[in-house]
């Protein structure tokens, strides 16, 4: 079913509309460009569309653009219930899934600040991915509430469902789980680098 959603998607993008310019514009345009990264919500409505022009949001039952983003080409998006986020070369975006207000932005101090983001199941937190960092933001308030050093650039961020943060370094082979109620890892573990 996920390859046939998928398939009806790139489909949908090549007659969909974009829209030009601004945070949120629903004026779409009559061209959508090559589409290389997608974000579905978790509860299967909305699917998350990045391009070359901006981040463009669908509606999974109807096939209907309900977001576009025009400046933030090139990002990567995540859902949880309430909200959205996606970081760019610029910055990090947090929006309301309601009406897509946005409710914070952190501007990046370079370009490669930003290289990854999760928001926790049950919608309490969103962490960022960083060069020698990783922090932790609450929801929807956007205050940091902790920041973890690590040794090189989290790439890969992800929850399980019991909210236990797991993350991988770029260039590591170590992959650390944190129990982010208590602020502290859980444990480390070494694969084999061929996997990664």
Known sequence: FMKFSTMLF???LTVSA?????TVNLDFQEYQDFGYSLAWSPDDELLAVTANTGLYVYDTH????????AGLGGSSATFARNYMAAIDGDGLYVWDRNGYKLLFQEK??????????????????LVTGEQKQF????????????????DGFVSNLAFTEDN???VIAQYKAVIQEWDLENQEMIRAF???RDVL
């Open 62 to 69: 109807t096939f209907k653009q309900v977001a576009a983003f």
């Open 108 to 125: 990046t101090v370079d370009k490669i600040q930003f290289q990854s983001l999760a928001i926790s199941p049950d919608g309490k937190w």
């Open 190 to 192: 070494e694969i084999p």
């Open 18 to 22: 974009c829209a030009p310019g601004g």
């Open 135 to 150: 922090r932790l933001w609450n929801l929807p308030e956007g205050d940091v509430v902790a920041e973890f050093p690590v």
């Open 10 to 12: 790139l489909l949908a």
């Open 164 to 166: 236990t943060l797991i």
